[in-house]
């Protein structure tokens, strides 16, 4: 259970989201994070929640690297790293990363895509956790969490904003799952 602190400025953070019904698809109630990174105050206190929750998660192991996905974990997973005292490392598209790289293809819902990171990006046995802004059917994270293993570190966590807990993304993941802002249980609808 989150601490009290975590709470309310999951709360707060919340409260700025702005919701979209049926986007993109029918039944899917959509919750864009992205006005919280138009006020500056809002974005700090996303950054809080998230180091004070690892701190207290993780109080006597050093997290060596945020690993961000592709293209939403590019938007904080560099600033929670700073915060931190941590390295950021991206998780890309296939093709758009330089040099020797891992590579993994992930089921998505409409389709597979490649996910690659470098070679040389994560020394083996460093600290990871894997960020992201929302765990869905966990396809993304998972493909992720693949390469972080490919290359030999450790995965502590995998972080979200948000979650969309009918999907059971976290189920297929490959360490636990901590959601910062409630997830939705259900579709619009009930179905």
């Known amino acids: 259970m ?8 999951a709360k707060e953070l ?10 993109p698809s029918e ?10 990174f138009r006020e ?17 998660k993780f109080p006597n192991t ?30 890309r598209k296939k093709g758009k990363l330089p040099g020797e790289t891992y590579e993994v293809g992930y089921t998505k819902e409409y389709g597979t895509d490649y996910f690659e990171i470098q070679k040389d990006a994560l020394p083996a046995g460093a600290n990871v956790v894997v960020i992201d ?23 502590l966590e995998f972080d979200f904003v948000m979650e969309l807990d009918f999907l059971k993304g976290r189920e297929k993941l490959q360490a636990e799952a901590f959601t910062l802002l409630s997830g939705q249980e259900e579709k619009l609808g009930g179905n």
């Open 62 to 91: 050093k997290v060596d690297y945020i690993v961000g996905l592709e293209s939403r974990g590019f938007l904080f997973g560099p600033t929670l790293a700073l915060e931190i005292g941590a390295g950021f490392v991206p998780i």
């Open 14 to 23: 919340k409260a700025a989201l702005k919701q979209y019904p049926n986007f």
């Open 133 to 155: 802004d929302i765990l869905a059917t966990g396809g993304s994270a998972y493909g992720a969490g693949e390469l972080v293993l490919k290359s030999q570190a450790k995965i």
């Open 2 to 9: 989150p601490n009290q602190e975590i709470q309310s400025l």
């Open 27 to 36: 039944g899917v109630l959509f919750e864009d994070f992205l006005p919280i």
């Open 40 to 56: 500056p105050a809002l974005f700090k206190k996303l950054i809080k929640a998230f180091q004070l929750h690892l701190a207290e």
